[in-house]
């Protein structure tokens, strides 16, 4: 359990983005932990709080990069890049309005120690305590995407679907990463970039190349269900073509 590990953390103003680095370095197993901000071209003060977080917390790497090509897809591609430069061997993901429980990186590793087949893992969304919970959510959120990959796989007639992992809750080895291309350098204009990454592993590398881990737990802001309605977010994801058009799009990235 000593692969080296990083997370990329893209972000575009995201007001609450330190309760995110607060989990990350509430990690149990941090070890070498280094993470690594892309800010996308952020409007509000994003960076500067990461930027005094980090001063005010030596003892957490963490690095700010920025990329300007819009799309998290873009800004996850670059984070994951420059960590492999860096030399890290696995390079995890999460959200800035996402938090890690504590045993998250302590189970990446875990995971890839035992499993040298696995190359892609995923694991539990749950809904972030924050101001937009509402009753239910706990029920809702861990539903909605089993019955997303359900229906997704049957959409495309593709079980790989059934083991599509949310860029909230990731990680990947860094020579899978290379091997498959990474993510496509796209906006959630256009398309889902970790669920096309997820299908591209498992059709490349084989499809026990990915595995679910519902102990990885991850707790995700709620706040683009309650913008979208949940219908609307169904059909964001299932006919990414209605996206700007029956659907009004949310800057997100």
């Given at each position: 359990m000593?692969?080296?590990l ?8 995201e007001?609450?983005i330190?309760?995110t ?6 990690q149990?197993d941090?070890?070498?932990l280094?993470?690594?901000?892309v800010?996308n071209g ?5 960076v500067?709080?990461v ?9 957490l790497?963490?690095?700010?990069l920025s990329e300007?090509q819009?799309?998290t897809g873009?800004a996850?591609d670059?984070?994951f890049?420059?960590a492999i430069?860096?030399?890290f ?18 189970r990446?590793?875990g ?13 539990t969304s ?5 101001r ?5 959510d706990?029920?809702l959120?861990?539903?909605a995407l089993r019955l997303l ?14 083991r599509f992992?949310v860029?909230h809750?990731?990680?990947v ?11 496509a350098?796209t906006s959630i ?7 096309e990454?997820?299908?591209l592993v498992s ?5 026990g190349?990915?595995?679910?881990d519902?102990?990885?737990?991850v ?8 913008r979208?309605g949940?219908?609307?977010m169904?059909i ?10 029956l659907?009004?799009t949310i800057?997100?990235r």
């Amino acid at each position: 359990m000593t692969a080296s590990l990083a997370v990329v953390v893209p972000a575009f103003n995201e007001p609450d983005i330190t309760r995110t680095l607060e989990a990350l370095r509430g990690q149990r197993d941090r070890g070498d932990l280094r993470i690594y901000v892309v800010d996308n071209g952020s409007t509000d003060d994003t960076v500067q709080r990461v930027q005094r977080f980090a001063a005010a917390h030596p003892d957490l790497a963490i690095t700010v990069l920025s990329e300007l090509q819009k799309g998290t897809g873009a800004a996850c591609d670059t984070g994951f890049r420059t960590a492999i430069a860096d030399g890290f061997a696995i390079i995890a993901r999460t959200d800035g309005d996402s938090e890690p429980a504590e045993d998250w990186t302590g189970r990446i590793r875990g995971l890839f120690a035992r499993h040298p087949e696995v190359q892609l893992v995923g694991g539990t969304s749950v809904p972030l305590r924050d101001r937009y919970y509402r009753w239910g959510d706990d029920l809702l959120m861990p539903g909605a995407l089993r019955l997303l990959r359900l229906m997704m796989a049957a959409m495309h007639l593709d079980p790989t679907f059934l083991r599509f992992v949310v860029g909230h809750n990731m990680a990947v080895r860094a020579s899978a990463y290379l091997a498959t291309g990474g993510f496509a350098r796209t906006s959630i204009d256009e398309r889902d970039e970790d669920i096309e990454f997820s299908t591209l592993v498992s059709r490349r590398l084989g499809y026990g190349a990915v595995r679910i881990d519902p102990a990885l737990r991850v707790a995700t802001s709620m706040r683009r269900v309650r913008r979208y309605g949940l219908g609307m977010m169904g059909i964001h994801h299932l006919v990414p073509a209605l996206r700007g058009k029956l659907i009004r799009t949310i800057d997100i990235r």
